[in-house]
């Protein structure tokens, strides 16, 4: 594995925890631990925000083509350093080396896309309808953000904050998840290696996320909040940002329908159902996690998806020819096991997997289980891990009703060869994303985010900065 620092990024330096606490990061391939990280307490955290707060000003007013050209250069070492940062990932998060190349390509975009965007930040000049006075509009970046991301997307989850930050001048102090923050130790240091100025970007590990981030949103001093994270965790901090009214940004779970219509093509939408399924182990935001399949085509779609699934190969992500590797630890294996049981209790037919292998590291085999039934536990759980829970409907209507039937909205995903109907559903489903006849919507071109409990906000897409900036009116009276 490469050399990772492994201490707090503190205004440009590389420093240990206050009191010389450490956390250990594990393999999920195999248990073991890969090494040990800082592990920040409240003091840490607290000198991160002094250090983010003293330069933005400085940052703020640094030119947009110099702040562009940042993001430009770390695209550049990111994608020259794509298999040892794969290697990196696949080491603290299990996914396979391919899907973690994957990851270090899509990361990198949002550096690409954010250096494009940063120098087309716009204002406006109008005359007001009285045509007395004249309205001035400016943006100005929010000021010093905290930027809190999950384990699953250990680069792009910080890329995808890291670059609009950046691009619209706001400082950052960034708490990546404790089992996966070597990637953003590293990114930090490609950063500098960019040019990025000392305290702009830093980073604090940690273990105690609760104790260290609560007093950081109740102190007045961060001004922007963007969380990646459960929807239970997002809600707690969306109370802890009310008190001092920090803007948030939330990207939280999801509970994604997969819609198979009886007009769609069933080998696009078995290949669909491998991708929405099966990216990132099934540990994804995006990741199906109810299977609508019309009634006339459910039984085949079913076959077809469990021969597709059982072909796969599980095993250490670095190992060659893996298509799956370990969940993220035990607990995460554990709720999946929990999950299948229940379904298999309530009437559900197992067609492929289901059963826990034995052995070192948190593996769980691609499972398909068919004639779910609807009060199944997995119905109103993100199931994070490879299970496929397959349901039927007779029509339109009726698989609208269920698939809305949640307090999420992330994403949805519909299979039909019919343009009338794929316009109407993808209307009326409530979702903030809608895969049309594709597993794979996520692109940092476009607006990413949830409606209902899935979020507040969007990453990614023109829109991604304005999470970043504010909008100041100034009054010009006409003389
Ligand atoms: P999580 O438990 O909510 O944790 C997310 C982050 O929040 C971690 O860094 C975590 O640190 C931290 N955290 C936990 N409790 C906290 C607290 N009291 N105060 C401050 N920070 C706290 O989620 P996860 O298990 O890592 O990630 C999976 C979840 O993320 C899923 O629900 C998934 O859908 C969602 N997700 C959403 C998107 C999206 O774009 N919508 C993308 C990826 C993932 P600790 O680990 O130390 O608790």
Request: hydrophobic letters at 40%; one cysteine or more.
């Amino acid at each position: 594995m490469i050399d990772v620092p492994k201490q707090l990024f503190i205004g440009g330096t590389w420093v240990d925890a206050a009191d010389g606490a450490t956390m250990p990061v594990d393999n999920p391939a195999t248990g073991e631990v890969v090494c040990h990280v800082a592990d920040a307490g409240t003091k840490d955290a607290q000198l991160a925000v002094d250090a983010a707060v003293r330069v933005q000003e400085e940052w703020a007013a640094t030119a947009p083509r110099a702040r562009s050209e940042i993001l430009r250069r770390a695209y550049d070492i990111i994608v020259s350093r794509t298999d040892e940062l794969a290697l990196l990932m696949t080491t603290e998060m299990g996914k396979p080396l391919a899907e973690a190349r994957g990851e270090v390509a899509y990361a990198a975009e949002f550096f690409r896309w954010f250096s494009e965007e940063a120098v087309r930040i716009e204002g406006g000049f109008g005359t007001l309808p009285d045509g007395r006075n004249r309205m001035l509009l400016m943006r100005r970046p929010v000021g010093p953000c905290l930027l809190i991301t999950p384990w699953n997307f250990p680069l792009a989850m910080g890329t995808r904050k890291i670059g609009p930050a950046i691009a619209a001048g706001c400082t950052m102090v960034l708490k990546p998840a404790p089992q996966t923050p070597l990637s953003s130790l590293v990114l930090a240091e490609i950063l500098r290696e960019a040019g990025l100025p000392d305290g702009v970007l830093n980073v604090v590990t940690t273990s105690r996320p609760g104790e260290v981030v609560e007093p950081l949103l109740r102190g007045g001093r961060i001004r922007k909040l963007s969380f990646t994270g459960s929807t239970q965790v997002g809600k707690l901090l969306l109370e802890q940002s009310a008190e001092q009214v920090v803007r948030t940004s939330m990207e939280l779970g999801g509970n994604a329908p997969f819609i198979v219509f009886d007009d769609a093509d069933l080998e696009k939408a078995v290949d669909g159902a491998m991708v929405a399924k099966m990216r990132n182990m099934g540990e994804a935001c995006t990741a199906a996690n109810r299977f609508f399949v019309h009634r006339d085509v459910a039984e085949e779609f079913a076959v077809r998806l469990a021969a597709r699934m059982s072909a796969l190969n599980v095993g250490p992500g670095t190992e060659p020819g893996v298509d799956v590797g370990p969940l993220i630890d035990q607990n995460g294996r554990r709720k999946v096991e929990r999950l299948v049981e229940d379904a298999v209790q309530r009437g559900a037919r197992v067609l492929a997997g289901g059963r826990t292998p034995t052995g070192p590291g948190s593996f769980y085999p691609p499972t398909v289980l068919s004639r779910v039934s609807p009060d199944s536990d997995l119905m109103g759980t993100e199931i994070f891990g490879p299970v496929a829970a397959i349901l039927t409907f007779d029509d339109e209507d009726e698989v609208l009703r269920r698939a809305n039937d949640t307090e999420w909205g992330l994403v949805g995903y519909v299979f039909t060869e019919s343009l009338d109907r794929a316009l109407r559903v993808s209307e009326r489903l409530e979702a903030g994303m809608v895969g049309l006849n594709t597993g794979l919507v996520s692109n940092p071109a476009a607006p990413f985010g949830g409606v209902k409990q899935s979020g507040l906000g969007r990453e990614g897409g023109r829109v991604g900065i304005d999470e970043f900036l504010d909008y100041k009116y100034v009054a010009v009276p006409v003389t």
